[in-house]
Every structure is written in structure tokens, then in C-alpha cells.
């Protein structure tokens, strides 16, 4: 299978709180990458961690990398309505290959 | 920032007819360009990888001759769905990339919504 596994699949918050979603992938990356989808539209490029990286930040997003584990988490905190949107992390592998998602709801 | 203009955003077509997708990078030259389908609350499936200049190179399953790639010059990749079925409809995405060593990110198109009829 070309995806890696995403876990929640679907995950339903109320406004202001955080949102995790992970990501595990099989063989070694040089990097992951994490895409936002809205629906229906195209995916925008989020933040991108190296594999000699344990954390990075951008605004109200944290994203950790455990290459050891072979898993990353993405965290948004204080969430929005405007949030709502499928999430996915990528690793490339020559190209770039994505796992299955996670639809994050933000309830106002 | 890098943009990809992808065209058309939707389009119906009746079963037996071929439908030719646009995928151009406006600012800047995209060496490498994916194709990607997308069924509904699933994730990207990657089709087929077109480098400038030579043949794309298609994922297991992936049939080459239904789903033509061709990627004639810097800017512009097509993906034509030829004598298209109603199992064909789908929501199909591009997406580029100036260098794909290196970790640069790529910048995808808005999708194209396909329904064969």
C-alpha cells in the first residue's frame, strides 16, 4: 500500500481546543511533510520536518517527528471553525506518498 | 508564493470520451509533476510521476494507456483520461515541484471534479 496510517480518522473538537493527529509510516524518510486538504480543493503545503529534527513550529501548529518510532504528530492548538479541514502527512520517497488522513471538525 | 493553475475544475463527459486535464505552474519551472486521483474520504493516490522532457513514470495499477501524461515543457503537464467510464469519475489533483531533492514542498492544483456519465 502506498499510505502510511493516520489515526484519529475523523476527529470532532469544540473551538479553542487542541487537535492531534498522528501519523506512522513504515520504511525510513528524509523528511515528512504535513498537507492540509479543505474539500474539495487542493492540498496546501503546511510544515515540513526533517528526519534530524524532533520539533518544529509554525504559529499555532507543533509538529514532532520520533524517526525512532517511525511516527509523527501534528498539533494545532487553539483551534478554529476555520480549522475544519482533512489533514495529511507525506513522506518522500523519491515522491511523495500520503497517508490516509484525518478530518478534523472545529465546532464554534 | 508558487502556484499551480489546474483547469478544468469540473467536468462531465459521457462514457466512451476522452477528457484532458491541465496542470501549469505559473512562477516558476516545475521539473517534477504528480498526478493524483482522490475518491471520496480517501486519501491521494498517487498515479503517475512526470518529469519535463521524458516518458511519466506510472504506479503499479495505474494504466498507461488510459491515463495519458505527457509533460512538454517546464510549465505545463496533461493528463488526458482517454474513452473515460462512470469508474473513472473521481477528483484528480496536480501537483509541483521546481526541485524534488532536497525536501521542497509541492504546490498543488485546486483538483479536477470528473464525472463520466
Known amino acids: 500500500s502506498q499510505q502510511g496510517e493516520e489515526d484519529p480518522q475523523a476527529l470532532s473538537i469544540q473551538e479553542g481546543e487542541n487537535a492531534t493527529m498522528n501519523c506512522s509510516y513504515k520504511t525510513s524518510i528524509n523528511n515528512l511533510q504535513w498537507y492540509r486538504q479543505n474539500s474539495g480543493r487542493g492540498l496546501v503545503h503546511l510544515i515540513l520536518?526533517?528526519?534530524?529534527?524532533r520539533e518544529k513550529h509554525s504559529g499555532r501548529l507543533r509538529v514532532t517527528l520520533d524517526t525512532s518510532k517511525k511516527s509523527s504528530s501534528l498539533l494545532i492548538t487553539a483551534s478554529r471553525a476555520a480549522d475544519t479541514a482533512s489533514y495529511f502527512c507525506a513522506r518522500l520517497t523519491g515522491k511523495l506518498i500520503f497517508g490516509q488522513g484525518t478530518t478534523l471538525q472545529v465546532k464554534p | 508564493g508558487a502556484v499551480v493553475s489546474q483547469h478544468p475544475s469540473w467536468v462531465i463527459c459521457k462514457s466512451g470520451t476522452s477528457v484532458k486535464i491541465e496542470c501549469r505552474s505559473l512562477?516558476?519551472?516545475?521539473?517534477?509533476m504528480f498526478w493524483y486521483r482522490q475518491f471520496p474520504k480517501q486519501s491521494l493516490m498517487l498515479m503517475a510521476t512526470s518529469n519535463e522532457g521524458s516518458k511519466a513514470t506510472y504506479e503499479q495499477g495505474v494504466e498507461k494507456d488510459k491515463f495519458l501524461i505527457n509533460h512538454a515543457s517546464l510549465t505545463l503537464s496533461t493528463l488526458t483520461v482517454t474513452s473515460a467510464h462512470p469508474e473513472d469519475s473521481s477528483f484528480y489533483i496536480c501537483s509541483a515541484t521546481e526541485k524534488l531533492a532536497g525536501g521542497s514542498p509541492l504546490h498543488f492544483g485546486n483538483g479536477t471534479r470528473l464525472t463520466v456519465t
Open positions: 512562477d516558476f519551472q516545475a521539473t517534477t
Open positions: 520536518i526533517r528526519s534530524n529534527e
